[in-house]
Nanobody, 124 residues
Framework: QVQLVESGGGLVQAGGSLRLSCAAS????????MGWFRQAPGKEREFVAG????????YYADSVKGRFTISRDNAKNTAYLHMNSLKPEDTAVYYC?????????????????WGQGTQVTVSS
C-alpha cells in the first residue's frame, strides 16, 4: 500500500509559479511511474504530466507543455510538479498518482494510488 500526500498548492497571480510536491509513504516509489492530474470545478479530471520510474521519460498534456515540468527524487520518495507561467485556466485541484503501468506519448495508464489533492488557484 502506498499513501500519497500532495502539498504546495495555493493562490498565485497569472504568470506566477508554484511547485507541487507529492510525498509517498508505505512503500518505495521506485517501481511506480508517477503522474499529476487536475480537476477544475464542473470538469472531469484530466491528465497533466507523467514520469517513468527512473525519471528518464516524461510526458505532458498539450495545455501545459513548455510551462510545467514533472520530476522525481526516488531517494526522497517524492515527485514534483514545477508550474511556471500559470494561467487562470490552470485553476484546479491537483492530484498525484502512482501507477504500475508505463506512460507513453498518447497513453495514460490506470493509476493504482491517489493523493487527496491540493488546490491551485490562479488569479487574473
Amino acid at each position: 500500500q502506498v499513501q500519497l500526500v500532495e502539498s504546495g498548492g495555493g493562490l498565485v497571480q497569472a504568470g506566477g509559479s508554484l511547485r507541487l510536491s507529492c510525498a509517498a509513504s508505505g512503500r518505495t516509489l521506485r517501481t511506480y511511474s508517477m503522474g499529476w492530474f487536475r480537476q477544475a470545478p464542473g470538469k472531469e479530471r484530466e491528465f497533466v504530466a507523467g514520469i517513468s520510474w527512473s525519471g528518464g521519460s516524461t510526458y505532458y498534456a498539450d495545455s501545459v507543455k513548455g510551462r510545467f515540468t514533472i520530476s522525481r527524487d526516488n531517494a526522497k520518495n517524492t515527485a514534483y510538479l514545477h508550474m511556471n507561467s500559470l494561467k487562470p485556466e490552470d485553476t484546479a485541484v491537483y492530484y498525484c498518482a502512482a501507477t504500475e503501468g508505463t506512460y507513453g506519448p498518447k497513453y495514460v495508464p490506470a493509476s493504482k494510488y491517489w493523493g487527496q489533492g491540493t488546490q491551485v488557484t490562479v488569479s487574473s
